[in-house]
């Protein structure tokens, strides 16, 4: 199979495992049905048990998020700070470094652009090497506006699908933010590595006390926007997303855009962590396990849409804008409806540019608000004709809820 055709995440998924039990196999000695028995059974637990996560000590709470984070702008969720989708209405595309979003498994980590250093090795490359901070900003570089998305946002909405919660912070819609990222593109740190042909996946690996780390296919991680980034909007990248450096993968889901980046694996085997196996893997009734995984490996995000309102906020009756983003990890929004009457009808918002792919898009609607309680709806359609649906599949552990959301307002 093509390196391309692995940017699906069932190929991916496939493929991956596949060549996982192929090898655990061989190397025991047995045949790949009686490797899936004994895992299936529990008795392959110990060839993946290197896989999980170490286990770190309890944390301060007073310290796992270094910028402030007032409630009016955030709602804090553990180390988790969310944005409140309110604060975007008078801005512009961006979101600033201040109301973005913070997505951490552990406490932000502290480090030292002046001792920080990356490693690049693995059977992937040749040439294994250390780059110093002062090296890759000097590396050619290029910024792109792209989106970050948590895909555990919107989990609180299976509750209401399903009456019964999800595992996992319960984030609204408040875990994405879109930001001009400058960076080197990871090409070229893997090419003056010795990048050799036989690479499959990169595997980067964070600084932060868990060592969150997850792989791609080498297809990803060439990609002209896959970027090794140390500048947000235009600032030194702050500490909470990343500071010195960060990964970005550009319509992956947020977990893949490792945060304090310090270590690149480069294989020509496939590679595995504990966030592509117990983690960020779809775990549910209409999902297989696929060994080493727990189920099919998360890797793009789905279309969803916000409105720039207070969740149970109140409005003024009289004309009123209706404003919102909408966004896709499969590329541009074609095509944004919104209901103001529970889906009895659909009006066609308005798009307003820019419209980057793997972005998002703004729009807006005029309304004559009547005094009385509203359900409203938005659904977008991006460019490859995926649409939001009226409900989103179950899984376990909540990720990807793409289904249209029913926002609650107040006219008075």
Request: glycine share 8%.
């Amino acid at each position: 199979m093509r390196g391309e055709d692995l940017l699906d995440e069932h190929a991916y998924s496939q493929v991956r495992a596949d060549q996982f039990v192929h090898a655990q196999a061989k190397a025991a000695g047995v045949s790949r049905r009686r490797f899936l028995e004994l895992v299936t059974a529990g008795a392959g637990a110990a060839a993946i048990e290197g896989l999980r996560p170490r286990a770190v000590g309890a944390q301060a709470p007073t310290d796992l998020v270094v910028k402030p984070t007032p409630p009016e702008f955030f709602n804090e969720l553990g180390p988790n700070r969310e944005m409140r989708w309110e604060v975007m209405y008078s801005r512009g595309y961006v979101v600033p470094n201040e109301l973005f979003f913070v997505r951490n498994h552990s406490r932000t980590a502290r480090l030292d652009a002046a001792t920080w250093r990356l490693r690049v090795e693995g059977s992937g490359v040749s040439e294994p090497r250390e780059f110093t901070y002062e090296e890759i900003i000097a590396l050619p570089s290029v910024s792109v506006m792209r989106f970050i998305e948590c895909a555990g946002n919107g989990r609180s909405f299976f509750e209401a699908s399903y009456g019964n919660k999800a595992q996992g912070g319960q984030w609204k819609l408040g875990a994405i933010g879109v930001a001009e990222w400058t960076g080197v593109p990871l090409r070229e740190v893997l090419d003056r590595a010795g990048l050799r042909r036989s690479a499959q996946d990169v595997m980067p690996e964070g600084l932060d006390e868990l060592k969150v780390r997850r792989p791609m296919p080498i297809a990803k991680a060439l990609a002209d926007d896959t970027l090794l980034v140390y500048a947000m909007n235009g600032q030194t990248l702050p500490m909470d997303h990343g500071f010195p450096v960060r990964v970005l993968v550009p319509g992956w889901i947020g977990v893949a855009n490792i945060k304090w980046v310090g270590r690149i694996e480069v294989s020509d085997q496939p590679l595995y962590s504990a966030w592509n196996t117990e983690s960020y893997v779809l775990i549910g009734p209409q999902y297989k396990r696929n060994p080493p995984a727990k189920g099919p490996a998360l890797t793009f995000q789905n279309v969803k849409s916000a409105f720039e309102l207070p969740w149970n906020g109140e409005l003024l009756a009289g004309p009123t804008l209706l404003r919102g983003r909408s966004w896709s990890g499969a590329g541009k929004i074609s095509k944004v409806e919104v209901s103001l009457d529970r889906e009895i009808t659909w009006q066609t918002a308005r798009l307003r540019e820019p419209n980057i792919p793997r972005a998002w898009v703004r729009w807006d609607l005029d309304w004559d608000a009547q005094p009385g309680e509203y359900s409203l709806r938005a659904r977008a359609t991006d460019e490859r004709g995926t649409r939001q649906p009226v409900i989103a599949p179950w899984n376990d552990q909540g990720y990807l809820y793409d289904a249209v959301v029913k926002h609650p307002v107040t006219v008075r």
